[in-house]
């Protein structure tokens, strides 16, 4: 069963969401269902909470550059290892 929701956001993060749903050919709705259905996911709290305490101190502090080639960069990795 679907509920209605009001929200309230800055217009320009509204106008920003509304053009990126667009160019997705998805509806704004259907884009923040998803969102939190990812947020409240059991599965990914259960996961979250086997990690080792330093692992999980370490989750989400290493930023990688915007234009990083992680393919790419895994494949030099290796390459020097083996050849």
Excluded: W
């Excluded at 709705?29 to 990690?51: A, G, H, P, Q, V």
């Excluded at 370490?58 to 083996?82: A, I, T, V, W």
């Amino acid at each position: 069963m679907n509920t209605k929701l009001t929200l309230t956001i800055e217009e320009k993060i509204i106008l920003r969401a509304k053009e990126y749903a667009k160019d997705k050919n998805r509806s704004l709705s259907d884009i923040i269902e998803n969102y939190l259905k990812t947020l409240t996911k059991e599965e990914n709290n259960r996961d979250f909470k086997k990690l080792n305490p330093v692992v999980k101190s370490l989750k989400g502090s290493f930023k990688m550059p915007k234009n990083m080639d992680y393919k790419k960069e895994l494949q030099n990795r290796l390459e020097e290892k083996y050849l």
